[in-house]
């Protein structure tokens, strides 16, 4: 039995070598089961410190370690599909590079794998050295997220998980390119269960998540996953007709009785105000999803792969979704020239 561990790296210098060194640690951990194999996927998110080369001379200490180099940062979303791809094992567990997700957890994961469960979530139990407002604005985000989406998102459950090879079979068949991997692998069904644990803090380096990229992040979500931001612009499109009918009666009764109440600028201004901001935040939604059905028209490649080492070729992977350079196809190089 083979197990893919996949990791994006996006400037993790501080945290990279101590991370595959726990890692590789926890496999020659004396009670692993002998017919288990492992291999460890590095995907490096374009990243602009020394996080490459780290990981290129720890492939080269141990080739159980692959390491993808993309042309750019994409995103940890685009970074992990890269990862499926490559990836080969009959299960295949992402994780964050950080040490945030303990790779002790990795033989919960496995176990409840062996019992015939096909995704396996990590939900954590408590979050330990973040800041209060992390904490509370990643709790709302896990219970909005849920009430819009038509997924049973399970609560506080980041992408560390462990998918079976049908399920990665299927996300790898994916082509959609604003990819929610948590929505999508709940979305995909089998048997699904989790298992908790207490996530540790951050080993070294910042978060890669500011308010803003939790932002996209969840309108990504949200857009893949609802059209329910589409069709509040009905409901409140009936609820604005109806008030109007309630005013144009009044106005009329008003009128017939000689009361002279409902007059001047003002009432006009703020109703034409209120509609025309109501209008334009519509509006935005819709171009939200227009855009993305754009970016889907495209057919872009979801990502572009500058180099790997110790990897032959994809698992996976089709010439729509991939470049691959004809280096990525020639057999393994060293340490990149630069
Ligand atoms: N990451 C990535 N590309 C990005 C941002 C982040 O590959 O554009 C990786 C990062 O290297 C880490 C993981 O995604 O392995 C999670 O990032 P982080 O720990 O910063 O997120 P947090 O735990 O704070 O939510
Ligand atoms: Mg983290």
């Not at 994780?95 to 957890?105: H, N, R, S």
């Not at 380096?205 to 803003?212: A, I, N, Q, V």
């Not at 009936?238 to 009918?245: C, E, G, P, Q």
């Not at 409902?262 to 009432?267: C, E, F, I, N, P």
């Amino acid at each position: 039995m083979l197990i893919s561990v996949v990791v994006p790296f996006y400037d993790e210098e501080p945290v990279a070598r101590t991370f595959c060194e726990t890692l590789i640690a926890t496999w020659n951990g004396g009670d692993q089961e002998p017919d288990l194999e492992w291999e460890l996927i590095c995907v490096n998110d374009g990243s602009r410190d020394r996080t490459l080369e780290i990981l290129v001379s720890m492939q080269q200490c141990d080739p159980r370690i692959k390491v993808v180099d993309l042309s750019r940062n994409f995103n940890q979303q685009i970074a992990i599909s890269a990862g499926l791809d490559f990836a080969r094992g009959d299960a295949v567990i992402i994780m964050d590079a950080d040490l945030q997700d303990p790779p002790e957890v990795l033989r919960d994961l496995i176990a409840k794998w062996q019992e015939g469960y096909h995704v396996v979530y990590a939900a954590r139990r408590s979050r330990e050295g973040e800041s209060f407002f992390k904490k509370a604005t990643s709790s709302l985000f896990y219970r909005l997220m849920r009430s819009l989406m038509r997924v049973d998102l399970p609560l506080d459950t980041g992408d560390f998980r462990l998918l079976d090879r049908q399920v990665v079979d299927v996300l790898c068949g994916m082509g959609e390119r604003h990819r929610f991997m948590r929505g999508l692998s709940s979305w995909v069904g089998f048997r699904q269960t989790g298992v908790r644990f207490d996530r540790a803090e951050r080993y070294a380096g910042e978060t890669k998540y500011p308010l803003r990229s939790m932002l996209r992040i969840m309108l990504d979500a949200v857009t893949g996953f609802s059209y329910q931001p589409l069709y509040m612009a009905s409901y409140l499109g009936f609820l604005l007709a109806l008030l109007a009918l309630v005013g144009i009666l009044a106005v009329i009764v008003l009128r017939v009785s000689g009361i002279n109440a409902l007059g001047g600028q003002a009432t006009t201004l703020v109703s034409v105000l209120l509609l025309g901001g109501v209008q334009l935040i519509f509006l935005g939604i819709i171009g939200a999803y227009l855009g993305r059905i754009y970016d889907e028209v495209k057919g872009r490649p979801l990502y572009i792969v500058r180099r790997t080492w110790g990897v032959d070729g994809p698992a996976h992977g089709s010439a729509a979704r991939l470049v691959l350079n004809d280096e990525v196809r020639a057999p393994d190089g060293g340490v990149p020239e630069e």
